[in-house]
């Protein structure tokens, strides 16, 4: 065909690929790297806009206006509080993207394209610096800013390690290691300073002694270990302190010479410093109410216990929510495995059976819910209900005890439900539901299923309970009054809640304030009978009460009528030494509990017997308190420490000027202006702007590499070219704000010159459907076998594809793709200088169903289950057609720690009239090793078009055996050394990631049915004399199989794999075999 004739085909083929909604994905076109991946799916669509607050662009869509502003309000004053700790103010423009709840956030592709390349990038990556962070609404002004302190330190983290200009942004991975709990740590630090939540963790880690193995910790753990590190700091040290150890790891590039200049202890030093700290901080009786740990035998049934819960603990579960029935003789529970729910239920008596009555979702590493999902039981307490989040949508799951069968019922209207209690008669459901980032009150009609707010305004309204009547609806609430108002000022307002009671005779509901103490946060309000309550209180600092609260009057005025006032009282009935994460009542034994975490899993503790109206009494009350011991004790007086002064003196501790007088004036009056827990009060005027497309640097990474990273199969013309040379390979990617269109340009060049590629590829990533189109190129120089005259060949190849998700690790792709080769004959005689130039065109389709479940906990370490099944075919003209069937499928079990068995199955199968030549052995982006092995000869009668390395066959060199179709089983024990043998850090990059390998790897290329065909050429020799032919059948095995061992470790930067492998071919074993290349997985 001609040049113009190709080029105008092209062009054509150009534009019906831009209107077709199609794509293509790799298969075995590099070997064993085969393209998995999970997926984010959209249910809604998103319009961007933003205001700008200072050197702060604050983004959101439809809905989040009034979430936008709320965070426009605070987050000036918030990034002033982080100064000191970093030591100097944030850099702008900082982004932050405000999303309405975390169900859309789970939607977004923030992250979606740089996960699984980190786990497979066998070279470091140039640490590019953002300012970009998310925040979703949770209903509770307290964790919304809780959640901008976060992402604003992290952000100032970043920028004080790494620094702000580009030149000190551009730092190897390598180079530089953070540790987890080192940022997640003073993030959880920033965030929940001075909490109970905080307290929780920092006493079960210095009780438990886990600071001292802080660098084996991992994800939450990581994160609360780190912060009580961090809080010892900053109350030991001082806050500055914070930000000389930052500023000393930038200098010495060592996180360990930073905390040695800034404390002068060394990591182990600091790690027992702090539990001695954090050991005289915990009360007194903290350890009374928990099981011990002294001994490993202790520990192992500590692991399992939970408390109050009458079945062992699993360590594989988060046991995150717990709830016991009315009657009081069954328990319904939550657990969370990797983002899996299970529901579950068993009785309250020692050794029940634990029933599964549900299960939601699928195991993977998805940002947790704090959220924690509520129980609500029925008053009969035949069955319970919780919501869960489908598809982005609330959904009311019931469960009957009668019955296995989940009962599922759709919320409209609002974006989750946060917690939620029955009406005594069972007819109805009062929970506090999130829109747009705000918790309102709703009521729910089980018949009918509708459901009905009962106000909606800006202020948080939490943990609404039934009255025992049903008349009325105790909850938390920070509302300044019980006026219900419907404005939409951006004007901040207090975060900690208060209680109220919200009245629902009359056609109007009528608020009640029941508690007003604007420095307390107060929660989880349980009522009782005689308009009595119990609620849990929180103070500044983390410490907690559980308390009751009850209606009471007093006499006014006696006149004709006696006048009363009518108010309510409170008293503590517990001052609790074991901080808690919530709290609930088991009405019907009346007893109360609490659920902390200790050795990072669930408790559930007793906070003592629900109050009784008759013990109002101070006398009573005090049993309750358990203060009968010390009844015969006196009265302690405190003794007058004041000073007297005579007329002529003056008390020269005390004395002010005149104008520190005026000082001290300005400051009271500004104090008076400003209440305590706002930051600011003056109203925002924010003016939006639509979102516009622009794109910034996302990746940039170099390094060396010996593998084509080709989108197609390479081409044969009778030459094998297993691999490419050493080389260089380089990739940028550049997207948007909200990482939804992705461009990425590369190149591979290896030292030789002789083969290289380039090419560039759009993802668009909006909407359910995904897309992108790509065009590469790749140049080859072979040797002719026949004429011995050099070929130069140049593979033009584009796709447009399309990726349907089913669900979050299914997902439905599909193509189109166009590939031009073009072979020119190197000039080195007459002969090849006259020769034509070659010019090939297909065009075909591809589908694939692809599954990926998998987690990485570190490097080259999987669990879980990843699938693909393909299909392509290509065609030439009419004449002619290529194409293959194949499928890859690789299971990772965890054995112990982070060591897990591997195994690998996969085939690929030729169709149409041209074939793919299948070379089975060897490595991928092997350094050293042997050439391709010529032991198995190629059947010249097959109309080999394009050829493949399929791998890994360690014992073996490329081409043990080759055909036109193939087929591998692989199966590895991973063992990381350090972590598995020792319980202190490494100090090494190399020695953390240092593991040992035991493998085994069986396989076959062949022609025809099976292996064993009568087809397959491997096992027979022809010799040709005119006019004899005679045929040998070598009755050789065609399957090969080898095993051995290996290490692995990342070495400056690089993942090296080192292997021994012993081959065995034909019965006999061949001799050891070392390979060393730079390759993941198998």
Known sequence: MSPNLTSKLTILLFGALMLCNQGVTAQFYDGLQVEYGKNRIQYRDFIWQYHTVGHFEIYFYQGGQELAG??????????????????NKLEGPIQILVYNNIAEFRQSNLGVLSIEEEAINIGGTAKIIGNKLFIYGRGDRAGLERDLKGGLARIGLQQTIYSGSWKDALKNSSMLQIPEWFEEGLVSHLSWQKSARANVYAFDAARSGALANIE??????????????????????????????????????????????????????????????????????????????????????ALKDGGEIPFKLKKRYDYISISQSPDGENIAFITDERGQWKVWTCGVEEGSNVVRRAKHGHKLDVLKNDLLPMIAWHPDGTQFTYSIIQKGQPVLVTIRLDDNKAIQKKLFKIDEVLSMDYAPDGRSIVFSGMTNGRSDLYIYRIIGNLQEPLWKDRFDDLNPRYTSDGKSIIFSSNRPDETLRDDRENIPFAAPLDLFLCHLEGDEPRLERLINTPNIDERFPIPLPNDEFIYLSEYRGGRQEYSWGWADSTILSIDTVIKYRYFFDTRVLNDLDVPILSMHCDTANGMCYGVTEILQHSYRTKLGKMPKTEQRSAEKFQSIKDFEDESGLQDFEAPDWSMTFEDTEADI?????????????????????????????????????????????????????????????????????????????????????????????????????????????????????????????????????????????????????????????????????????????????????????????????????????????????????????????????????????????????????????????????????????????????????????????????????????????????????????????????????????????????????????????IGSAWIGAHPYSEENTFNTTTFENNPITVTIDNNREPIVYDFGFGVRSRVLGYWLSADWGWGVDNGMMMPKRFTLSLNFDF
């Open 216 to 301: 084996s910790s991992e994800g939450d753990e990581a994160g609360e270990l780190g912060s009580a590190v961090w809080d010892y700091i900053a109350n030991i040290y001082g806050v500055p302190a914070i930000a000389n150890v930052l500023y000393m790891i930038r200098i010495s590039r060592s996180v360990e010479g930073g905390f040695r200049f800034a404390t002068g202890l060394s990591l182990p030093q600091l790690m027992s410093e702090a539990i001695v700290y954090h050991k005289r901080q915990t009360p007194i009786n903290y350890d009374k109410n928990l099981p011990t740990n002294a001994g490993r035998k202790n520990v192992r049934n």
């Open 70 to 87: 709320a965070i426009a309000g605070i987050v000036e004053e918030t990034a002033k509080e982080l100064t000191p700790y970093f030591g």
């Open 653 to 1001: 501790r005390a004395y002010q000027f005149e104008f520190e007088k005026r000082i001290e004036k300005t400051k009271r009056k500004s104090i008076d202006q400003n209440p305590v827990n706002t930051i600011a009060r003056s109203s925002t005027t924010l003016k939006p702007k639509n979102y516009r497309l622009n794109y910034a640097l996302q990746k940039l990474q170099s390094q060396v590499s010996n593998a084509f990273r080709s989108q197609f199969y390479r081409t044969y013309d009778g030459s094998v070219s297993s691999l490419p040379g050493l080389g260089n390979a380089s990739e940028i990617r550049i997207c948007d704000l909200f990482e939804d269109k992705h461009i990425i340009g590369g190149y591979n060049i290896s030292t030789n010159l002789n083969n290289s590629m380039i090419g560039v590829a759009y993802y668009n990533l909006e909407g359910r459907v995904d897309k992108m189109f790509s065009i590469q190129r790749q140049g080859t120089t072979s040797l002719e076998p026949n004429s011995f005259n050099l070929v130069e060949s140049q593979s033009h190849f584009a796709r447009y594809r399309f990726s349907y998700p089913l669900d979050e690790v299914r997902s439905v792709r599909a193509g189109i793709g166009l590939r031009l080769d073009r072979a020119v004959t190197q000039g080195t005689e007459m002969f090849s200088l006259t020769a034509p130039n070659r010019w090939t065109e297909q065009v075909g389709l591809s589908v694939a169903w692809v599954h990926d479940d998998t987690r990485i906990p570190t490097l080259n370490i999987r669990e879980g289950l990843r699938a693909k099944v393909w299909a392509e075919l290509y065609l030439d003209g009419f004449d002619s057609s290529f194409g293959t069937v194949g499928f890859d499928v690789r299971r990772y079990f965890k054995i112990y720690a982070n060591a897990i068995f591997a195994i690998r199955a996969a085939g690929n199968w030729s169709i149409g009239e041209k074939k793919l030549l299948h070379l089975l052995g060897g490595t991928d982006n092997r350094l050293l090793t042997a050439s391709n092995n010529n032991a198995s000869p190629i059947d010249q009668n097959q109309a080999y078009t394009y050829q493949t390395n399929i791998t890994p066959l360690r014992g073996f060199a490329n081409n043990a055996r080759n055909g036109t179709n193939a087929a591998i089983i692989n199966a590895e024990i991973r063992i990381p050394i350090w972590s598995t043998v020792f319980s202190e850090p490494a100090k090494s990059d190399l020695l953390r990631h240092l593991q040992l390998i035991f493998f085994s790897d």
